[in-house]
């Protein structure tokens, strides 16, 4: 099962250059054991699916307890910033990313799937989405150490 992730372009790059570990989220999702690769879906002004992830762990805690122990690997310097997109919140998810593909091109999901809707958060990418563009499997190769470039997943 593969995921497509909303994400501001600030944090996308963050992810693409190795500053950020780890991706908060409010919400998970109901079954992470099974994702095999979380596509970066960067929105406004972007747009545009930037690269992808698989997952390390998926940590549950309060918003603090996320901060003390992922604040810095969060791509944020700002604490304050961190606990105000949890405010109301008393639990939250810390996603590790573990390794990061970014694409050649950034692909616009408007050019493959006509009714395209960006997710809000995320959403489930069904096994022959026009999203799912890495290898045969849609999959990320967990196993390959040094992935860079989307060629190296090609099915060709």
């Given at each position: 099962m593969n995921v497509l992730l909303s994400i501001k372009p600030e944090f996308a790059e963050k992810i693409l250059r190795g500053s950020k570990k780890y991706e908060f989220r409010?919400?998970?999702?109901?079954?992470?054991?099974?994702?095999?690769?979380?596509?970066?879906?960067?929105?406004?002004?972007?747009?545009?699916?930037?690269?992808?992830?698989?997952?390390?762990?998926?940590?549950?805690?309060?918003?603090?307890?996320?901060?003390?122990?992922?604040?810095?690997?969060?791509?944020?310097?700002?604490?304050?910033?961190?606990?105000?997109?949890?405010?109301?919140?008393?639990?939250?998810?810390?996603?590790?990313?573990?390794?990061?593909?970014?694409?050649?091109?950034?692909?616009?999901?408007?050019?493959?799937?006509?009714?395209?809707?960006?997710?809000?958060?995320?959403?489930?990418?069904?096994?022959?989405?026009?999203?799912?563009?890495?290898?045969?499997?849609?999959?990320?190769?967990?196993?390959?150490?040094?992935?860079?470039?989307?060629?190296?997943?090609?099915?060709?």
């Amino acid at each position: 099962m593969n995921v497509l992730l909303s994400i501001k372009p600030e944090f996308a790059e963050k992810i693409l250059r190795g500053s950020k570990k780890y991706e908060f989220r409010k919400t998970t999702f109901s079954h992470p054991e099974a994702v095999e690769t979380v596509y970066l879906y960067s929105s406004s002004p972007v747009q545009r699916v930037v690269g992808a992830f698989t997952m390390a762990e998926v940590s549950e805690g309060s918003p603090r307890q996320l901060w003390e122990q992922f604040g810095h690997q969060s791509g944020m310097d700002d604490r304050d910033r961190f606990m105000a997109y949890f405010e109301d919140t008393e639990e939250g998810y810390a996603i590790g990313i573990d390794q990061v593909l970014e694409l050649d091109e950034a692909i616009d999901p408007r050019e493959r799937i006509d009714d395209f809707v960006p997710p809000v958060s995320f959403h489930y990418l069904d096994d022959d989405s026009e999203l799912n563009v890495l290898n045969g499997s849609g999959a990320a190769s967990p196993g390959n150490s040094s992935p860079t470039k989307l060629e190296q997943y090609s099915s060709d």
